[in-house]
């Protein structure tokens, strides 16, 4: 068994290694056992770096499909569920969305351009929110990730919302 010193930058230098090669072969619970990390703190540290990434890829406020393929293969190699993915994305899209708006009301108003910019990163949220690409698979299917567990043990009330609701709690900021 390896030490525990490090493990965070080997986790990270082992998934951009697996997302580099698809050949490459990546087990998230394997890497668990190898480091003997405790499963909630891997499982945090996971969903922390499935959430940095993704709000580097709302930098632009745009996730084009690459974005989105190298999100879903990261969600995979980290062993997220969907539903986490989803609560992931939501929580980390709502944050983009309200650093966004306080950069925006610096100077005390939002310009037609900043709307324009808040109103695009909505829609780019809410595409991603009801981006589910089997809707009856992954509603049926059971979280059988190392996740699961840690993820139910804080209950996030994170859900699918719609662009109306989306634009209904950005405007209640």
């Known amino acids: 068994m390896a030490t525990k010193t ?3 930058t080997e986790l990270r230098q082992r998934v951009i290694a697996a997302l580099g090669d698809r050949n490459h072969k990546f087990q998230f619970t394997e890497f668990i056992e190898e480091f003997g990390v ?3 703190t891997a499982a945090a540290v996971a969903e922390a770096l499935y959430s940095r990434t993704y709000v580097q890829c709302l930098a632009d406020q745009v ?3 690459h974005e989105n393929k190298r999100l879903r293969r990261l969600a995979k190699l980290l062993d997220l569920s969907d539903k986490r993915v989803t609560e992931l994305a939501d929580l980390a899209g709502k944050e983009a969305y309200q650093a966004q708006h306080a950069k925006a009301m ?3 108003t939002i310009s037609d351009a900043e709307r324009a910019q808040l109103q695009q990163l909505l829609g780019t949220i809410a595409d991603q929110a009801g ?3 089997d809707p009856q698979e992954s509603d049926h299917r059971e979280d059988k ?3 699961g567990k840690a993820a139910a043990g804080r209950g996030s009330g994170a859900s699918k919302v719609s662009r109306a609701e989306l634009v209904n ?5």
């Not at 709690?169 to 900021?173: H, I, K, Y």
């Open 145 to 147: 990730s190392s996740h």
């Open 106 to 108: 610096l100077d005390g």
């Open 169 to 173: 709690q950005a405007l209640t900021l």
């Open 63 to 65: 996730i084009s499909s």
């Open 6 to 8: 490090g493990w965070k």
């Open 38 to 40: 405790e499963p909630d």
């Open 131 to 133: 981006d589910d690409p």
